[in-house]
């Protein structure tokens, strides 16, 4: 059974860090893309960030480039998302992603973390 | 590329015929993926390639649309069917969720 854990979430200061983890089971890490997806409080989705299966590739939304740096550990199963210099706005359930179903020349996220809260606020 | 999703909330009955629109600002191909999320939990998967059902999904769900224009079809409301649907672009970086469309008991 895939899962997906997310840990390292909690109250932060404007201007501080954080580091969210993501411990994945059940499937073979190395083998696929991972994202962040987060979602603040009664609102949207809003993709943060990928990664390629080795590492190689990243990508960011905008708001979060030179902040954010996503990353994994393929020999411990795990992702992470470094969070820095956090603002408000920043506040939201991050949720870690599979990016494994294959259709259509894409993978598609197919499995979501149950998500960790984080809120920036002094 | 901006994703609109319309209408952004609706109320149905059980049994209903209901679908939810996604327009994308810009030709995305067949890149589109449709989530459904309850309260307090994570999203799942429904659809993706724009019309390609995810394994377990029910069959009264459906995809459709290629270029700018989608949709998603519920063709029988059932109760569990009741939450938010969200759709996703993969053509381009970054990859954007529409708003959401919430489906609530009339």
């Known amino acids: 059974e895939v899962q997906l854990v997310e840990s390292g979430g909690g109250l932060v200061q404007p201007g501080g860090s954080l580091r969210l983890s993501c411990a994945a089971s059940?499937?073979?890490?190395?083998?696929?893309?991972m994202s962040w997806v987060r979602q603040a409080p009664g609102k949207g989705l809003e993709w943060v960030a990928n990664i390629k299966e080795d590492g190689s590739e990243k990508n960011s939304v905008d708001s979060v480039k030179d902040r954010f740096t996503i990353s994994r550990d393929n020999a411990k199963n795990s992702l992470y998302l470094q969070m820095n210099s956090l603002r408000v706005e920043d506040t939201a359930v991050y949720y870690c992603v599979r990016v494994g179903r294959w259709g259509n020349y894409r993978y598609w996220p197919d499995y979501w973390g149950q998500g960790i809260l984080v809120i920036v606020s002094s | 590329i901006q994703l609109t999703q319309s209408p952004s909330s609706l109320s149905a009955s059980v049994g209903d015929r209901v679908t939810i629109a996604c327009r994308a600002s810009q030709g995305i191909s067949n890149f589109l993926a449709w989530y459904q999320q309850k309260p307090g939990k994570a999203p799942n998967l429904l659809i993706y390639?724009?019309?390609t059902l995810e394994s377990g999904v029910p069959s009264r769900f459906s995809g459709s649309g290629s270029g700018t224009d989608f949709t998603l079809t519920i063709s029988s409301l059932q109760p569990e069917d009741f939450a938010t649907y969200y759709c996703?672009?993969?053509?381009?970086?970054?990859?954007?969720f529409g708003g959401g469309t919430k489906v609530e008991i009339k």
């Open positions: 996703q672009h993969l053509n381009s970086y970054p990859l954007t």
């Open positions: 390639a724009a019309s």
């Open positions: 059940g499937f073979s890490f190395s083998r696929y893309w």
